[in-house]
């Protein structure tokens, strides 16, 4: 099982909201991404991490930042929040060590943007 | 940069019968190959992996094969049960310790009893 936590696990909110989506791993791990994805559709990197104060914007365009200012922890923002930002949120991380490649996905924030 | 394509979109077999999802890639570099399974609601689990020196991987009732001088892959499911149904995602990372894996579309496989 892996230990990457993601909060809130739903939320609703009105346009114009500042959000903050948690994404938290104790495992370790160097590497950390998120993706937005449509229900059942393609997994679109927005934003990825190689360590501590490293960040990048993934292969999707977002509006939303991110932040890495500790090892385990990667939130993402959104300043103000639009219908078109409703959406589902996976957050992962990965630990491309000799011995192993795997990244594990947390549960997802399901994001609706009234 | 790498690219994946993954086949078919969508995938419907009866209960017992066996599934075969298929995957290409194009960056010959790449050298491990995970597949996911989401289920509705969750996050992506992954199911197996395989990696570049070697052609199949089996655990259980799922198996991988990776052809490497056609550069695809694929993933097979025998036995089908209904809990196999879900959104299974194919994926490639190039030389190790690059950056990002690269997901192929997804394939939605429904198992009917």
């Known amino acids: 099982e892996a230990d990457i936590y993601q909060t809130p696990r739903y939320l609703v909110i009105g346009t114009g909201k500042k959000i903050t989506l948690e994404c938290s791993q104790t495992?370790?791990?160097?590497?950390m991404y998120w993706y937005q994805q449509d229900p059942g559709m393609e997994l679109h990197l927005i934003h990825y991490s190689y360590g501590v104060n490293s960040t990048e914007k993934g292969d999707l365009s977002s509006e939303s930042t991110v932040s890495r200012i500790r090892t385990e922890h990667f939130p993402l923002t959104l300043e103000s929040a639009r219908p078109s930002h409703t959406s589902q949120y996976l957050c992962?991380?990965?630990?491309?060590?000799?011995?192993?490649?795997?990244?594990?996905f947390g549960p997802g924030t399901r994001l609706t943007v009234l | 940069g790498e690219n994946v394509e993954q086949h078919p979109s969508t995938l419907s077999v009866q209960e017992g019968d066996s599934a075969v999802i298929k995957c290409t890639y194009s960056d010959s570099a790449s050298n491990y190959f995970p597949w996911y399974k989401q289920e509705l609601g969750k996050g992506p689990q992954l199911i197996i992996d395989?990696?570049?020196?070697?052609g199949e991987k089996k655990d259980q009732r799922i198996a991988v094969t990776l052809n490497k001088t056609a550069k695809h892959f694929s993933l097979h499911i025998t036995e089908t049960q209904p809990e196999d149904s879900a959104v299974y995602f194919c994926?490639?990372?190039?030389?190790?310790?690059?950056?990002?894996?690269?997901f192929g579309q997804g394939t939605r496989l429904t198992i009917n009893p």
């Open positions: 994926a490639a990372s190039g030389m190790r310790g690059a950056q990002k894996l690269v």
């Open positions: 495992m370790g791990h160097d590497k």
């Open positions: 992962a991380s990965r630990n491309t060590g000799l011995q192993t490649d795997t990244q594990y």
């Open positions: 395989i990696r570049s020196n070697v």
